[in-house]
């Protein structure tokens, strides 16, 4: 599947000659007059990396991205700006933009900025699709296990967590030594890193502790 | 006719002057010790016997006044009283005067005093103490030296300036070479007595060429009946008649008058007064020279230098209606002669039409030349405030160019942007083994309207730039400069995140101005309302432009959504460097007002009822528009 670059600008001049120059160069380009249609047709979008333009009439190239933060995530914004606008960059970068495109810019500037996106996301994607996978692990753990694996995750030796959920130390060992082959870590400092990427928190490990036998979303 | 304008002047002062310079002297008086130099103007008084009506004394006090302002550059002040004496000659009037003056000048003592005529000067000497203690004392007039005493205190000097009867004989006998008889005319009063003395002794070694005969001790039917007697080829010289043989009291200048009228031989005599008596003139003082010489001695004593005994330098003076009278020929008299009623034709027989008419005309003049000048001075005022309305302009367009740089600069970069990317797609497409051709002309069209682009937002900056030294006055459509202006603040509005709305009617809207200058007058009312947006939420910033057709005047409307103009504000916004904004110069307004009334239109702020402020520019809609619509 190709990663496709999103220009989103409401210059047709402009976004015309970029998508252009941007086909030349082999990339597939979908081309957008406003943020608003670009967020409209984004279920259907093929990933990639978006150029946004920071000043647009209507939605701005700021509230633009906000909206992906939550609904694409993943996707890498390259912001396309006028010169001297630093105020803006600033606040562009600090909700999380990828990079930065000066108008005008050379094409080799652009390519090489666009290449840089779009490596960027291809890790973004191989990091989400082995959080996912992690996720989809530790969703199949008992509810028992669950709880040894939160426990154990939170630096519990295998005698305090017998204590804590009533069971012998040898039967911990048993699920503790289960959970390690499903996630295929070698070390305890391998789950504890797993448990942090997945963002399992303190909560969710009490939540995990509390409920029985239903598995984690 | 300004000849004989000033003649009238002199002649009447002359007619004024009679009782005045019979009876007086020139006379210099000053307190012995010199004062030290002043570190302030010195300071004149100058004392006028009768009102200040009396011509006579006011030219010689003019001409006294003329001289000292000239020799002193004006640092000098001068205070003039007229005394009335002729009309109050009461003792209580005087007395009231002295104690007035000495209290009004207890402030301003003056240095020195001129009394002008032997009235003042007795009234100066007898107040000197409480009016001017240590000043010194000219006192001014015309006098006889034998006959003429005036009653002086001790340590004043006394200078006199003489009427020196031989040379008006002299004058005489130039004019009448052939002449055998001499005959002068004195009365019967002290003073007459005294100048027929002095006439006797001056005359002695004149008098020997002429069969000469003294006509005094006469009544004046005798004067009258022996002048018309005497033969034709004589002199008569006119001393003074205050009095007759009979008693009689006379202005002589009028008794003269009744014996040269009849005379049968020309008369002449020493006093300026008797010119339009009859007389044919004389050798005198004239009273401007008076003047002069008396403001020559006020300046010596205000200089401290010594001071002696002065003679006000004469002049010889004829009446040109006499020389012509009697067969007198110019020639003959004495270099420097005055000749007075020269053109005494016109002047005798229409002196009152002329007069008029010469006034008229000179009204006129004046009031043409009045005009002319305030025209002028208007179009000068009016060039010079439309200038600085066009500096004013200028400066405010600078001002909107720099505030609008930056938006001007993006929306330059939109264009230059994509003609650079579409300029190297181009180059990469060619690279291919089988371009698509198509496509790079597209490009290649693209590039031209970017390029097109580019030049328009220049062209419009430079238009924002343009300076004015005159105003370019056209007929344009409103609509297309209010399009102009949108196309130069959009992007402006568009970066602050405001939504521009438009209204035009379909019609023309023809106005007659300077293009530039409306468009600022839009620029500024715009900018203005985005600056009033600023902080009102970013969904309810919008800025409308409408024009249309009010009440038989193009206008147009700028309306924001900002918080309006507070109420007790809305009468001072035009005013200059009224400001609400940080940075403002509070300019704009009362620029964008001066533009509007230069075109003869006018504008007004009003809030909205539903929040924010509108502005409105009515502008006169030009001839052609009309026909249009």
Not at chain 2, 24 to 41: E, G, I, K, M, Y
Request: aromatic share 6%.
């Amino acid at each position: 599947m190709k990663p496709v670059v999103h220009i989103v600008d409401d210059d047709e001049s402009y976004r015309t000659a970029t998508a252009r120059l941007l086909s030349a160069y082999g990339f597939a380009v979908e081309v957008y007059e406003s943020g608003d249609e670009f967020l409209a047709r984004l279920p259907g979008c093929e990933p990639g990396c978006v150029l946004l333009d920071l000043q647009m009439p209507g939605r701005s190239g700021l509230q633009v991205q906000h909206q992906l933060s939550e609904l694409a995530p993943l996707l890498p914004i390259v912001f396309l700006t006028g010169q001297g606008d630093i105020k803006a960059g600033v606040d562009a970068m600090k909700a999380g933009a990828q990079d930065f495109l000066e108008k005008p810019s050379s094409g080799a500037v652009l390519m090489e900025t666009i290449q840089r996106s779009l490596a960027q996301y291809e890790r973004r994607r191989t990091e989400y699709e082995r959080r996912q996978q992690m996720r989809t692990l530790v969703a199949g753990f008992s509810a028992r296990e669950a709880e040894v694996f939160g426990l154990v995750v939170r630096g519990h030796l295998n005698k305090q967590i017998a204590y804590a959920l009533g069971i012998s130390e040898r039967t911990v060992k048993v699920h503790r030594h289960q959970v390690m082959e499903k996630l295929g870590a070698r070390s305890l400092a391998e789950a504890v890193s797993i448990a942090a990427d997945i963002g399992l928190d303190h909560g969710q490990i009490r939540r995990v502790s509390q409920s029985d036998g239903s598995p984690s979303p | 006719m300004a000849l004989g304008k000033g003649e009238g002047r002199l002649q009447y002062a002359g007619l004024l002057l009679a009782p005045l310079f019979l009876t007086a002297s020139v006379v210099f008086a000053a307190s012995q010790t010199t004062p030290p130099p002043l570190d302030r103007p010195p300071r004149v008084l100058i004392l006028y016997p009768y009102d200040e009506r009396i011509a006579a004394t006011t030219a010689a006090g003019e001409a006294l006044r003329g001289r000292l302002l000239e020799a002193t550059s004006g640092k000098i002040d001068l205070f003039s009283e007229f005394l009335d004496l002729s009309r109050f000659p009461e003792a209580e009037h005087v007395q009231r005067l002295g104690r007035y003056m000495a209290e009004k000048y207890a402030i301003r003592r003056p240095d020195v005093v001129v009394a002008l005529g032997k009235e003042s000067a007795s009234f100066i000497s007898t107040n000197r103490a409480s009016i001017a203690p240590d000043a010194k004392i000219v006192a001014a007039g015309f006098g006889n030296s034998t006959s003429e005493n005036i009653d002086l205190p001790d340590d004043m000097i006394g200078a006199f300036t003489t009427f020196d009867i031989l040379k008006t004989a002299e004058m005489a006998r130039g004019l009448q070479p052939g002449a055998r008889h001499l005959y002068i005319i004195g009365g019967s009063s002290e003073f007459d007595q005294g100048w027929l003395a002095t006439a006797r002794a001056d005359l002695a070694e004149f008098s020997r060429s002429y069969e000469t005969t003294y006509l005094e001790n006469l009544t004046i039917e005798q004067f009258i009946e022996r002048a018309a007697e005497v033969p034709t080829d004589s002199i008569i010289l006119a001393l003074t008649v205050f009095k007759d043989q009979a008693g009689r009291n006379f202005i002589p200048r009028e008794a003269i008058g009744k014996i040269a009228a009849t005379a049968s031989a020309p008369v002449y005599g020493p006093y300026q007064t008797y010119i339009n008596y009859g007389v044919v003139g004389g050798n005198t003082v004239t009273f401007e020279t008076l003047g002069q010489t008396v403001g020559n001695l006020v300046l010596d004593a205000i200089a401290g230098r010594p001071i002696k005994d002065i003679q006000a330098p004469q002049t010889y003076i004829v009446d040109a209606r006499q020389l012509k009278r009697w067969g007198l020929a110019e020639k003959n008299l004495p270099a420097g002669t005055i000749q007075m009623y020269r053109e005494k034709g016109l002047w005798e027989g229409h002196w009152l039409a002329v007069t008029g008419a010469f006034g008229v005309v000179l009204v006129q003049a004046g009031v043409i030349a009045a005009l002319l000048l305030e025209r002028r001075r208007r179009k000068d005022a009016e060039s010079r405030s439309r200038l600085h309305l066009l500096e004013a302009v200028h400066l405010n367009q600078s001002a909107t160019a720099g505030a609008l740089s930056s938006s001007v600069a993006h929306e330059l970069n939109q264009p230059l942007s994509a003609i650079r990317n579409n300029a190297e797609a181009a180059s990469v497409l060619l690279q291919n083994d089988s371009p698509d051709l198509q496509l790079i002309h597209q490009i290649l069209l693209d590039i031209q309207a970017d390029d097109q682009r580019a030049g328009d937002i220049i062209g419009r900056m430079r238009g924002l730039l343009k300076k004015r030294s005159e105003i370019d006055w056209q007929e344009f459509d409103l609509n297309d400069v209010t399009s102009n202006a949108i196309s130069i603040i959009h992007g402006e509005a568009e970066r602050r995140g405001i939504t521009l709305k438009t209204k035009q009617p379909t019609t023309e809207l023809p106005v007659r101005a300077d293009k530039v200058h409306v468009q600022q007058v839009v620029l500024n009312l715009a900018t203005n309302a985005m600056d009033a947006m600023t902080e009102a939420g970013s969904d309810s910033r919008i800025l409308t432009l409408a024009t249309g057709v009010v009440k038989e005047k193009a206008e147009l409307c700028v309306a924001d959504t900002g918080n309006g103009i507070p109420q007790e504000r809305l009468s001072s916004i035009f005013e200059p460097f009224y400001t609400t904004k940080q940075a403002g110069t509070g300019l704009g307004l009362s620029i964008a007002r001066a533009i509007v009334e230069t075109y003869g239109g006018t504008i007004s702020a009003t809030n909205r009822p539903e929040g924010g402020a509108i502005f409105r520019v009515a502008l006169p809609l030009a001839r052609g528009g009309e026909r249009h619509s």
